[in-house]
T-cell receptor, first 113, second 114 residues
Framework: GEKVEQHESTLSVREGDSAVINCTYT??????FPWYKQEAGKSLHFVID?????DRKQSQRLIVLLDKKAKRFSLHITATQPEDSAIYFC????????????FGIGTRVLVRP | AQTIHQWPVAEIKAVGSPLSLGCTIK??????LYWYWQATGGTLQQLFY??????VESVVQLNLSASRPKDDQFILSTEKLLLSHSGFYLC?????????????FGPGTRLTVL
């Protein structure tokens, strides 16, 4: 089945700098790649997503890049702010094995003042 | 506006005891529903999904079962808890079927099995 590897377990950036989180996946049939944010002790909420028919998507300070050939996607948080500090999960969806969303292990992002 | 409510907020249970966790979605008819489990400090694992009342598909076998007795209700249960069941259980809903749509997560239930 699909495996999603999230390469950075922790990231510490200075406020105003960019943070980049990289993920790779294994199933070439994966077609949808969302990102979720989890603040300490809380639930998840949706951040941004990208579908396999595009290779770049931007929403305000967030940019997602998708390289289907390398089976890699990344989240770029630009001009980081203290409220960006959280755990970010990447995920990949495939319907080749039962409509499953597979998550990465999570990256803890800390934005230092 | 849609709201998602999970109960209980937290639970401490003994190994071998039964468990029932609930999830209710208000403000959206016929939502697609999902159960996830998150081990402490770990990633999320999708357990079940349901597209309609009375229909539930299992994604991962963890000695748990799920049911959808009403359009807006999703129940996760087991007759015998294991230590490995400890963690954070999240219910989610989406507008569109499948995993290829934004999912809205509930506040979660924290389960400790002793």
């Amino acid at each position: 089945g699909e495996k999603v590897e999230q390469h950075e377990s922790t990231l510490s950036v200075r406020e105003g700098d960019s943070a980049v989180i990289n993920c790779t996946y294994t199933d070439t049939a994966s077609s949808y790649f969302p990102w979720y944010k989890q603040e300490a002790g809380k639930s998840l909420h949706f951040v941004i997503d990208i579908r396999s028919n595009v290779d770049r998507k931007q929403s305000q300070r967030l940019i997602v890049l998708l390289d289907k050939k390398a089976k890699r996607f990344s989240l770029h948080i630009t001009a980081t702010q203290p409220e960006d500090s959280a755990i970010y999960f990447c995920a990949a969806y495939t319907n080749s094995a039962g409509n499953k969303l597979t998550f990465g292990i999570g990256t803890r992002v800390l934005v230092r003042p | 506006a849609q709201t998602i409510h999970q109960w209980p907020v937290a639970e401490i249970k003994a190994v071998g005891s039964p468990l029932s966790l609930g999830c209710t979605i208000k403000g959206k008819s016929s939502p697609n529903l999902y159960w996830y489990w998150q081990a402490t400090g770990g990633t999320l694992q999708q357990l079940f999904y349901s597209i309609t009342v009375g229909q539930v598909e299992s994604v991962v076998q963890l000695n748990l079962s799920a049911s959808r007795p009403k359009d807006d209700q999703f129940i996760l249960s087991t007759e015998k808890l294991l230590l490995s069941h400890s963690g954070f259980y999240l219910c989610a809903w989406s507008l569109d079927w499948g995993g290829s749509a934004e999912q809205f997560f509930g506040p979660g239930t924290r389960l400790t099995v002793l």
